[in-house]
């Protein structure tokens, strides 16, 4: 009976052990790690705070290629933001260097471009910096869209078209730029354009022109499955963007009574209309402004002209009245015999060496080509496209003789 009673008493000794020795080796493990978080700065969080963490604050922070003696902060930039995709590259150099060339005040480059054309844009500009006497800077940033969305964004309409979108999610400390498809030629300063920001009320957050002066030739009026601005709808090729007031403000719509701001609504809109819209981010920004028409400013076609404005015969009166502001060669036009006009002007502007005289090397083959453009709707209107422009030249001319 002793001895059953002793080896009982030996054994609970032993569990009481055993079960010291255990709790010893949590507490231990425990210690260790708070203090293995505590040397890499914080302590890891746990549940809901670990997951929320797992996210950026800035969902859309990327990396970028900064050029130097950047301009982008300096007082009185004016910002002009693009986005390449493909074989976009000779159509969006074109598009910068009629930017610097006929601007006044410095210029700073948002490109948004694939990976593979970083090194082509940054040395282009780099050796435009030797040759011209204009002052400008550039950034180079990869294209960004959010989360696991990415690969949506980016066949939406045209590749990478839809950038455009998040800018203001992108450019966090850039208070207004403009923005503009890589098929855009300046033909006056961008100054000119980029003076509309001050006759802007304050509820307006953007300024495009209409997408059709006459109504008969209408897209959206004749065929759109969606909301759109106005009667005729808007074109986003040429788009002015405060975007301080863009990230500020909250928006109405049609999928709840709550209004919502920026990033919020940007997934849901496309998800209920994705199978309704036909030309992309231009068809979400019409339905935005279609519940927000307060919030746009309307420039004149002149300042956004395309082959819809003469291919079935002149309905610009802006234009035959000012000439042409900013071109927009959309419809592959550039790079086809369609609209030889057009063409014409882009070839004019691509071949164009920085530094010699802007009177015979651009203006006077130009005009040449144009006479040739006459059994066209377009070209039989030729005066409108070099009606400003050769302001532009004058302007520039004075700049290329005072730098030598």
């Known amino acids: 009976m002793r001895r059953h009673l002793r080896a009982a008493l030996l054994c609970s000794a032993f569990v009481l052990l055993l079960l010291l020795y255990v709790f ?51 007082p009185g930039t004016m910002h002009l933001a693009v986005v390449a995709c493909g074989e976009r590259l000779e159509e969006t150099l074109t598009m910068l260097k009629s930017a610097v060339l006929f601007s006044q005040k410095p210029l700073h480059f948002h490109i948004f471009a694939e990976d593979e054309l970083h090194d082509k844009f940054n040395s282009s500009l780099e050796n435009w910096k030797k040759e011209c006497h204009q002052k400008f800077s550039h950034t ?9 969305t990415a690969a949506v964004w980016k066949k939406l309409f045209k590749p990478c078209a839809s950038q455009r979108l998040f800018l203001p999610l992108i450019l966090k400390n850039v208070d207004s730029l403009l923005y503009v498809d890589t098929d855009v030629l300046f033909l006056s300063p961008m100054d000119d354009i980029w003076a509309f920001f001050e006759d802007f009320n304050q509820t307006q957050i953007g300024g495009m022109a209409p997408e059709h002066e006459e109504r008969r030739i209408g897209w959206y009026n004749r065929f759109a499955r969606h909301p759109y601005y106005g009667k005729t709808g808007v074109n986003s090729g040429v788009m002015l963007m405060n975007m301080t007031r863009i990230r500020k403000k909250y928006f109405k719509n049609d999928m709840t009574t709550a209004r919502l701001k920026w990033e919020d609504l940007l997934l849901p809109l496309f998800k209920k209309y994705k199978l309704n819209i036909t030309w992309g981010d231009q068809d979400l920004l019409n339905i935005v402004f279609y519940y927000n028409p307060e919030s746009l400013f309307i420039f004149p076609c002149q300042w956004n002209y395309r082959p819809d404005h003469c291919m079935y015969g002149s309905n610009c009166m802006g234009a035959e009245d000012e000439g042409i502001f900013v071109l927009h060669g959309n419809r592959g036009v550039y790079h086809d015999e369609k609209q030889p006009a057009f063409r014409a002007v882009y070839k004019a502007i691509k071949n164009y060496p920085f530094g010699e005289d802007p009177i015979n090397s651009l203006l006077y083959p ?30 520039l001319q004075e700049k290329v003789s005072r730098g030598r």
């Open 24 to 74: 010893n080796q949590i507490a231990g493990a425990e210690e260790e790690e708070e203090t293995a978080e505590g040397a890499r700065g914080a302590s890891a969080p746990r549940g809901r705070e670990r997951d929320r963490d797992a996210f950026p604050s800035n969902r859309y922070e990327v990396g970028r290629l900064r050029s130097r003696g950047s301009l982008e902060n300096s």
């Open 140 to 148: 180079i940033y990869p294209i960004t869209f959010p989360g696991n």
């Open 366 to 395: 130009l005009e040449k080509e144009l006479e040739k453009t006459t059994n066209t709707y377009c070209g039989r209107i030729h005066h409108v496209f070099t009606q400003r422009l050769k302001k532009s030249i004058r302007t």
